[in-house]
């Protein structure tokens, strides 16, 4: 406030204020100063992704899933499955009962609709990709009711479909205010389950349909997901194949790849603003096999839409200990694997670290540039 110089001067300011309320106030008095609203801040939209690898409840492990019961396989990984926004999976072998069975195959798997999918379900599975070399062990019956099965139980499903149409299209989840596309394409054979403009059967892993599929794909959705049936099993060597395709679908847009078949664990490659995992593993796999003895469980986080951490959980699948159900492995157990995952992955310019026994892969972390290199 102003200091007034004398009373005469205060009897003058108070007339004046009172002609003006006599006077209804027609003078324009200027508004108070109100201060600007902060501007809004977008919350951030975080999610975390679960990926595991390939998934058999036939074969072996029928035997131990019908006493048991289907749960019994994601009894041992089922808090970290329902603690990830979204949880995925590659599901080898048909749901079904029926089918004629492919011929001149050794190995041919099926496994109860029903029950598979409940246990699915009930352990927090929410997309599966069905691009594999067993998909269609019992034909396109096989695969019909393997389709019909998920859609019933409500878990969607990518990499197969009654023509080649269907096999590419993309499923996209809307979760925490982000849209994930997920894709998925197999590059193993038999030919024969290949799926052709009139025929099902799964996608193949042609290089310009998954760079079509995922440029499409983004225009929809913040976040792309390609999994990829691939390589060579029982094996850390990459065919050169796997690298060219996998970094073909970043530089399309994806942000995760997701590979399966090895068995094994393979590389984990960090290109650009993308990861590519080479090979997940198996996860609960019905098959008593000496070679498939620990795998991970993959936790990728995202920011918007921007990757923001991958972390590896050693899990053990040696099935004469775990009976097909994975576990977690600790100490020195999972140091084991991480050291595995760490060696393997330097040769593709990316570093891993150990903490606390979970491999972690941070973007923001310094690394070497991607380059071809040899396996």
């Not at 131990?64 to 994601?74: C, L, S, T």
Request: a neutral charge; hydrophobic letters at 40%; glycine letters at 8%.
């Amino acid at each position: 406030m102003y200091p007034v110089a004398n009373k005469n001067s205060r009897k003058v300011l108070l007339s004046a204020l009172v002609v003006a309320v006599l006077a209804g106030c027609s003078a324009s008095v200027p508004p108070t100063p109100v201060s600007e609203p902060e501007a809004k801040v977008e919350p951030s939209r975080k999610l975390l992704i679960a990926a595991v690898g390939d998934i058999m409840l036939d074969g072996s492990a029928r035997e131990i899933m019908q006493r048991e019961g289907y749960a019994h396989a994601f009894n041992g990984t089922r808090e970290w499955l329902q603690r990830a926004d979204i949880a995925f999976g590659n599901l080898e072998g048909p749901l079904t009962r029926r089918g004629v069975p492919a011929e001149d195959k050794k190995y041919l798997f099926r496994s109860p609709p029903e029950e598979v999918v409940k246990s699915l379900s009930d352990a927090g599975f929410d997309v599966v990709s069905l691009a594999n070399n067993h998909t269609l062990d019992y034909g396109a019956e096989g695969l019909s009711d393997t389709i019909a099965a998920l859609d019933k139980g409500g878990i969607r499903h990518v990499g197969a479909g009654e023509d080649l149409q269907q096999a590419r299209r993309s499923t996209v989840i809307d979760k925490n205010g982000l849209r994930v596309a997920f894709l998925g394409y197999s590059l193993t054979f038999p030919e024969e389950f290949w799926a052709k403009r009139n025929q099902p059967g799964t996608a193949f892993g042609h290089k310009n349909h998954i760079v079509d599929d995922v440029k499409t794909a983004k225009t929809d959705a913040d976040i792309v997901i390609v999994s990829f049936h691939w390589g060579r099993e029982s094996t850390t060597e990459l065919r050169p194949y796997q690298t060219w395709l996998g970094r073909k679908a970043i530089d399309a847009g994806a942000s995760l790849v997701i590979g399966h078949h090895p068995h094994i664990l393979q590389a984990v490659e960090r290109y650009k603003d993308g990861v590519i995992l080479y090979s997940m593993g198996n996860f609960a796999f019905g098959s008593y096999s000496q070679k498939a003895r620990h795998s991970a469980f993959a936790e990728i986080e995202f920011e918007r839409d921007k990757l923001t951490q991958v972390r590896l959980l050693p899990i053990n699948v040696l099935n004469v200990d775990v009976l097909f159900q994975p576990k977690a492995l600790s100490g020195k157990q999972a140091d084991k694997v991480v050291q595995e995952l760490q060696q393997l992955s330097e040769k593709r310019n990316t570093t891993l670290v150990n903490e606390n026994g979970v491999a972690v892969l941070t973007m923001n972390a310094e690394t070497k540039p991607a380059r071809l290199t040899k396996n």
